[in-house]
């Protein structure tokens, strides 16, 4: 079997923003892969990092330190005319459309920009023509050519910026929550969209979001942030069958079960403060909230580790190695029977 080529790899990636409190850690210490035409999601609570994380990797911000590297080549100093060359073949799908086009524009003239911007097309006609066949790729009607941003809706929005984001071709996209801002009815289509997209062209796709349920659907691997530090990272399927982390757990119990007579169970609720991302004291980010810290884990941050067949996790003792009464610990905190069932984690 061929071994993947690899599209985007970050190693010790950081980004830390300046306030007048202190260095705001917003990505810490980030080393993943996406291998070229597969998906990895990014989750976590608002505030963990997803947005910076992709935001650095496509040059959008500047790293604070590690690297970046895309088809091989580092491109983590790249400036100037690199950039401009590296917008062709790295795009992004933002949030909100609204904000991220041009009201002032209309859907021809924004999905048009990107060619002359890189000088693509000789002749308007050529662009013309091109703006078309991408309208029809992603479901827009010609007739709104001529359209105005406000005087469609938020799923024709959506689809004008992927329409633009795909414009050059590009070989990696970041999608960040593209379908959040969506009604639920509308979130499907563009996620089979994307999906689509990636089967017909071979993208490659960081697809962020903190919906799990979204996630599971769109994604191969999914690396799970909080407060810009990795504590799991596995398959799609893995994750759902046996996440390891509490923090991890704690996101998945949360999902909305649609059963009437759901009161609860296998609810685990995080209590504590969230620990504050400027100037992080030392240990494990999730301390304050973590149902089986130690003082072990208020004082030394947990290795990034593999504990089972590409299934890597941030914990000192999700493999049962650091004393027998943590799963009865995690029991008595989450109030018996009403939390998940843990015998399979520490």
């Known amino acids: 079997m061929a071994e993947e080529k690899v599209m985007i790899e970050a190693k010790n990636l950081m980004k830390y ?54 088809d091989g080549k580092d491109i983590t100093n790249a400036t100037g005319k690199e950039i401009l060359e590296l917008r062709k073949q790295m795009q992004i799908i933002f949030q909100d459309p609204f904000s991220s086009i041009d009201p002032r524009m209309t859907v021809s003239q924004i999905i048009e920009e990107p060619f002359i911007i890189h000088k693509t097309y000789k002749s308007k006609e050529e662009r013309e023509k091109r703006v078309l066949e991408l309208m029809r790729t992603v479901g827009l009607d010609e007739r709104y050519v001529n359209t105005y941003p406000h005087e469609l809706d938020g799923g024709r929005r959506q689809r004008i910026g992927i329409a633009r984001a795909i414009a050059l071709n590009p070989s990696f996209i970041v999608c960040d929550e593209p379908v959040s801002a969506l009604d639920v009815s509308i979130q499907a289509q563009i996620l089979n969209l994307l999906m689509d997209l990636k089967d017909d062209r071979g993208f490659t796709y960081m697809f962020i979001t903190h919906d799990l ?77 973590c149902p089986i810290a130690t003082d072990r884990c208020r004082k030394e941050i947990p290795e990034f580790r593999e504990v089972e067949e590409n299934h890597f996790v941030a914990c000192h003792y999700c493999d049962g190695s650091a004393y027998n009464g943590i799963n009865d610990q995690y029991r008595k905190d989450a109030k018996g029977d009403e939390c998940i069932d843990v015998n399979v984690v520490f």
């Not at 999601?41 to 895309?70: A, N, P, W």
């Not at 990795?230 to 893995?238: A, C, H, I, L, Y």
């Not at 504590?272 to 304050?288: K, L, Q, Y």
Request: charged share 25%.
């Open 213 to 289: 349920s979204v996630v599971k659907h769109i994604s191969d691997e999914i690396l799970v942030l909080y407060l810009g530090k990795m504590v799991e990272k596995t398959t799609s399927d893995r994750l759902f069958e046996n996440p390891i982390h509490p923090y991890t757990r704690a996101l998945l119990s949360a999902i909305p079960v649609p059963e009437l007579s759901y009161k609860g169970k296998n609810a685990t609720v995080m209590k504590g403060e969230v620990t504050s991302p400027i100037d992080p004291p030392p240990g494990c980010r999730f301390a304050a909230r």
């Open 17 to 70: 923003f300046d306030t007048p409190r202190g260095k705001l850690h917003a990505v810490d210490d980030i080393s993943f892969k996406i291998n070229k035409g597969k998906t990895l999601g990014v989750v976590g609570e608002s505030g963990c990092g997803k947005s910076t994380l992709g935001r650095t990797l496509i040059h959008l911000l500047e790293s604070t330190g590690g690297q970046i590297f895309f």
